[in-house]
């Protein structure tokens, strides 16, 4: 059952443009935000007004004196001065369930976080996985209350591989947790009296880069991340793309490939059953000979000149550069960002997605950048928090089926 909402947060239009602007370009003056989501200054400072008397947004120079205080300013302050996102306003939860472990983190209201707690999963038993993410919010909820934040930590959010209906919280099928039907969201909500969201992963994943990370404020980019699956979510003019079934953005399943290799989908020569951990795995464990070869070892193998483990990496990275070009081809992002655990131990493998993605994107799609980046584990679990936060910060736009950032400057 969701809590009562703490804090007039998002009270009109115009004062969740204003959040949103915040968020992406903190500190910013009230003059340059007028500027940026195209209202009249005066607009502007009555939507701030709020958020800073609910303790939200502040001062950035809060420790220089308070305008409010100065009796040759309005109540309203100057409009030059610098605000940004208080980030003891509150806490959120942002849990990653993999069928290997739980990864939860603690985050403050700009989005750094402030408290880890990871258990391992002994199976896929849902009540177990359950108890254990409960275990974990439960624990860090006892640090949010040691770092007193002005308002309670209650929301919560939980990212999970695989076809979620974020709207319900239900997850619908996760084929690594091989999970059907579980109403995640409900259970965990009903066990902990917090308000909780569940989102798929990487979805998440892309939510956390646009507030906090490197596409932050921008309206088009697709983030693709490499690793036991391929996976990729998609925002376009500012809005993450879910599609009628909730399952856009599906690239680990563009047949890139060859058309022999059966996918686990039941599709042929999809990326992922091409360039999935797994199949690099098994095919460097080919190449050497060695059914016991470790990922770790395999690289170390190809940096030190084993040609034909090298070739395995190679056309991997070379089918993930096609299906990330079509990708590019399709929606036109100004920027992809490819990322996850399968880019921290073979960064050579960039290359040769490099090169197929020149080869196969048509026209200006060429322009498009391309930014590897390594992924710590935390960072999923800080998607999930994103997802809270937002959830938390913008119900009612989300209620709308809208994301946050998606046509706000009207
Ligand atoms: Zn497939």
Known sequence: MPLQRRGPIEGTP???????????????????????????????TRATQPLLDAGCL??????????AQDPTTSRMGRPRRPVRIAVDYTGTFGLKLTHEEVVGVLVDFGGRIRGVEQRPLAGTDVDAAIETVVEIIGALDRRARKLGFTHPADHVGLSVSGDVDHATG?????????????????????????HVVVENDVKALATAEQWFGYARGLDDFALVTIGTGIGSALVVDGALIR??????????HLPVGDPAVLCRCGGHGCVEAEASTE???????????????????????????????????????????????SLANIIGPAQVIVSGEGLTSYDFIESAIRAAFVEQTFGAAQQTQLH???????????????????ELAFPSRLAAGRRVFGGSHA
């Open 14 to 44: 115009a004062e969740a443009a204003v959040l949103t602007t915040v968020f992406a370009e903190q500190p910013i003056a009230r003059t340059d935000i007028a500027r940026r989501i195209g209202l009249s200054s005066a607009a502007v």
């Open 58 to 67: 502040e001062y950035a120079d809060a420790g220089a004196g308070d305008a």
């Open 170 to 194: 239900r997850v619908r099928y996760s084929p690594f947790l091989d999970w059907r039907e579980v109403d995640l969201g409900a259970r965990v909500s009903k066990a902990t009296g917090k």
């Open 243 to 252: 599609g009628a079934h909730s399952v856009a953005g599906e690239i680990g």
């Open 279 to 325: 199949t690099l795995i098994r095919r460097c464990r080919e190449a050497a000979g060695d059914p016991d070869l470790t990922l770790a070892e395999a690289v170390e193998r190809a940096r030190s000149g084993d040609t034909a483990i090298e070739q395995v990496f190679v056309r991997a990275g070379h089918l993930i550069g096609l299906a990330i070009a």
């Open 372 to 390: 590897l980046q390594p992924l710590p584990l935390d960072e999923w679990a800080r998607g999930a928090a994103a997802v809270a936060i937002e």
